[in-house]
């Protein structure tokens, strides 16, 4: 089966900004792959150039070397079908929640009969019909990400990217979020890559992941997540799972040996 | 929020008290009437200006030709200055252009332009109408500018994603983004171009504001002099209330 996306050999230099500053290779022959309908976590120490991947596969940037694929052809540019949802909202603030979500549908022309019931659904599913009137400043950060996500999907994209999504958020917020994502991911069949900080949130909500090494960032190891799907909270106690977390912490605090166990 | 007391009594007050100062002060005899006239006096000013008018103008011509040259000139300003700020803001190579030429023109007080307007176009509506517009202009197209340039890159990446058009993203997403910024550009303009027109009404002007106060002054009718001050004042006052009612209604997201 083709992937969706991706990644070969992608590497991703930043020139120096002044004389006193040297040039970052922040990737360094990164080879990836995100299958449909798949959930992908990338994690990593920071600065190890997990956002520059996802800015990659966004179009936004373009690597210095190396091939990205998009469903088997090379990749052009930015795109509706590969969307973003930001670390911190990027949300138009002069515009209600219901505003923003059609913001996508409005600006391409779409008949209004086509992305008006799609946008009502939406906008239930994540749980915001009660403020779809409401501007952003009057949310809190989770319905500002519930709103960036529902805007996201209307587009019906075929890849879903987010930025570290929900690190921004408490403890108790962030859980009803990632239970949200899957309903999300089951009804609208998306295929997602998320980054994370967060070892435990990425082995509860996806299908593989990759842990990027420090910079300059290459995949360290890839891991089939094992769990079975509907996962619960109760996960969180397995012991397979505590397993494979500390393994995994292990791996991002650099030791050495780590690369080579399992 | 900070939650403070206002005082407002206070400043009730002190002009009350500054009041009562002013009318001890000249009905006491201590200041030349001449110089400070007392409140009876302005009162019979007021009311002498405002049914009898000033050297053969109302009360009413005297101040809407003021505030027709303001609001002429402010309007002109903001309709020229806001797309060559968003032309400035968004093309570095525009910027390269025009830029200096505006760094170096901003900081020279529009009064100073006033000899030359004169000379170029005598001393009828247009060339004050002028001074006014392009004093408010320099301030709208920098501030139009300055917001354009800290819209968050964030923000235009994701309208860019989304599948905006070039003129989407300057028109529905670049500029309502700069627009409170643009707004501090109107607010500056507005408070500058009321400056202006008294300035340049009293250098030369048969009407106006302006005019009242130099010609009242020359002729020793002080207390018209007194008055046109006040006038102008109250007008500036109601300027900056309406300008921060327009902002606060456009832009309840501001800052948020």
């Known amino acids: ?262 | 929020m900070v939650i403070y007391r206002t005082y407002r009594w206070l400043s009730w007050l002190t002009g009350g008290l500054l009041f009562v100062l002013w009318t001890i002060v000249t009905n006491l005899g201590w200041v030349d009437p001449v110089l400070l006239p007392s409140p009876q006096t302005m009162f019979h000013t007021t009311v002498d200006f405002f049914s009898n008018g000033y050297a053969g103008n109302s009360a009413l011509n005297h101040v809407m030709a003021s505030v027709f040259r303001t609001f002429t000139g402010l309007a002109g300003g903001i309709v020229f200055g806001i797309p060559i700020g968003l032309l400035i803001g968004y093309y570095p190579a525009a910027n390269a252009v025009l830029g200096p030429m505006f760094s170096f023109i901003r900081p020279v007080p529009p009064i100073a332009f006033i000899p030359l307007v004169i000379l170029y176009f005598g001393i009828g509506e247009f060339p004050k109408i002028l001074l006014i517009g392009t004093a408010a202009f320099w301030y709208v197209v920098l501030n139009t500018s300055n917001g354009v340039r800290s819209v968050p890159i964030d923000l235009i990446r994701a309208a860019l994603n989304l599948g905006v058009k070039p003129h989407q993203l300057v028109f529905r997403v670049i500029f309502p983004a700069a627009l409170p910024q643009v707004m501090t550009g109107v607010k500056t303009a507005t408070a500058l171009s009321w400056a202006i027109v008294v300035a340049a009404e009293l250098v030369a002007a048969q009407m106006g504001l302006g005019y009242m106060i130099m010609d009242a002054a020359t002729f020793f009718r002080v207390p018209y002099v007194y008055l046109g001050i006040i006038i102008i004042g109250i007008i500036g006052l109601a300027l900056e209330f309406l300008t921060n009612a327009i902002e606060t209604r456009l832009l309840h997201w501001r800052g948020r």
């Open chain 1, 1 to 262: 089966m083709r992937s969706t996306i991706e990644l070969i050999n992608v590497s991703q230099e930043f020139a120096a900004q002044s004389s006193a500053q040297k040039s970052t290779v922040a990737l360094a022959s990164v080879n990836m792959h995100i299958d449909k309908k798949e959930i992908v976590a990338l994690v990593g120490p920071s600065g190890c150039g997990k956002s520059t991947v996802l800015n990659i596969i966004a179009g936004f940037v373009r690597p210095t070397s190396g091939q990205v694929l998009f469903d088997g052809s090379v990749l052009s540019g930015i795109g509706p079908e590969r969307l973003v949802v930001f670390q911190t909202p990027a949300l138009f603030p002069w515009q209600t929640v219901r505003d923003n979500v059609t913001f996508g549908p409005r600006m391409r022309g779409v008949a209004i009969a086509e992305y008006q019931p799609l946008a009502e659904r939406i906008i239930a599913d994540v749980g915001l019909t009660d403020f779809q009137y409401h501007y952003p400043y009057q949310l809190s950060g989770g319905m500002r990400q519930r709103t960036q996500i529902a805007r996201a999907l209307v587009n019906k994209p075929e890849v879903l990217l987010l930025d570290e999504p929900f690190g921004a958020l408490d403890a108790q917020t962030r859980l009803e979020m990632q239970e949200m994502l899957l309903g999300i991911w089951e009804r609208y069949q998306a295929t997602i890559l998320f980054i994370t900080h967060d070892v435990e949130e990425a082995l509860f909500l996806s299908d593989r992941m990759y842990v990027l090494s420090a910079r300059p960032g290459r995949v360290q190891r890839e891991i089939k997540v094992p769990f079975e799907r509907p996962r619960r909270y109760s996960l969180f106690g397995d012991e397979a799972f505590a397993r494979l977390k500390a393994e995994i912490l292990a791996m991002l605090h650099g030791k050495p040996d780590a690369e080579h166990a399992a």
